[in-house]
């Protein structure tokens, strides 16, 4: 009967890892399809194929990780609800990014060579408190 018993937790203990290894293969090869995918010239495509497997990433960390499969409907419409949020505040960002008329460096901005901060010359390096012998 002992023996009977070490195979039965011998077999629950493979069902018990099997899935979380499963889903880790299935990340690690979306780490390689990443990675794999920056050495891919495809131009502005390679933002959109990164997003979409960084997508697939989070899905599976929270439906299988975070137990959203078994999870009651108020937990999933909290997940859905936070996801939502979050992909609301990042299409505001990139609107606002996108209706810029300027590519994000100082020097592309218009008239910035009239309305610098910075003083054209250096200032003298004098101490403001005394000279020193």
Do not use: C
């Amino acid at each position: 009967m002992s023996a009977r018993r070490n195979s039965e937790d011998h077999v629950s203990a493979l069902r018990l890892w099997l899935k979380p290894s499963i889903i880790w293969l299935a990340l690690l090869l979306l780490l390689g399809l990443t990675v794999g995918s920056a050495y891919v010239p495809l131009g502005a495509f390679n933002g959109v194929i990164n997003y979409s497997i960084a997508a697939a990433k989070a899905a599976l960390v929270l439906v299988f990780f975070m137990h959203l499969d078994r999870s009651r409907a108020l937990l999933r419409l909290t997940a859905f609800t936070g996801l939502f949020w979050l992909s609301f505040m990042f299409s505001l960002a990139f609107g606002d990014y996108l209706t810029r008329s300027w590519n994000g460096s100082p020097t592309a901005l218009h008239g910035a060579a009239e309305q610098s901060a910075y003083p054209q010359t250096r200032l003298p390096l004098d101490p403001r408190f005394g000279r020193r012998d």
